[in-house]
């Protein structure tokens, strides 16, 4: 079935063993059949929040911004959409807008196991600001 949900969660299993190449391919199967989904379906916001975070996780700045974008513009309160920014920033190296998507968003409910848990967010630990922001986080 078109469903992009097992192979994103496939690609973080990967990328959580370190199997880089693996996990990339997953990641490029669930955007895949995230885009021919939101074909028939384009107010989808969790498979729009799964394809921005398929993107930032292959390194696709662009895409995964323009969607994320897309949602805050109908929700500006979407904490999902937030996150996949964050992630994006922090893959993209640029850690200071990634702690200021993860406040906003935790400032909105976004909690501390997803933030903690998520291994593309794993070089902020340690940084004062990400810290500030764990410790306000639920």
């Known amino acids: ?22 996990a990339d391919s997953a990641y490029r199967e669930a955007a895949r059949l995230a885009v021919a989904v939101l074909a028939n379906a384009p107010d989808d916001i969790p498979l729009r929040v799964q394809l ?30 937030l996150f996949a920014l964050a992630v994006n920033s922090a893959v993209q190296g640029d850690d200071d807008a990634a702690t200021d998507d993860l406040e906003r968003a935790v400032h909105l409910g976004l909690g501390k196991a997803q933030i903690v848990n998520d291994p593309d967010l794993a070089r902020l630990k340690g940084q004062p600001r990400f810290e500030r922001v764990l410790k306000i986080a639920s």
Request: contains cysteine; glycine residues 8%; hydrophobic residues 35%.
């Open 52 to 81: 921005a975070l398929a993107s930032a996780r292959l390194g696709d700045a662009d895409s995964a911004r323009l969607e994320a974008q897309r949602i805050l513009r109908s929700d500006p309160h979407n904490v999902d959409a």
């Open 1 to 22: 079935p078109l469903n992009p949900t097992y192979p994103g969660n496939l690609g973080d299993a990967c990328r959580m063993l370190g199997e880089k190449t693996e």
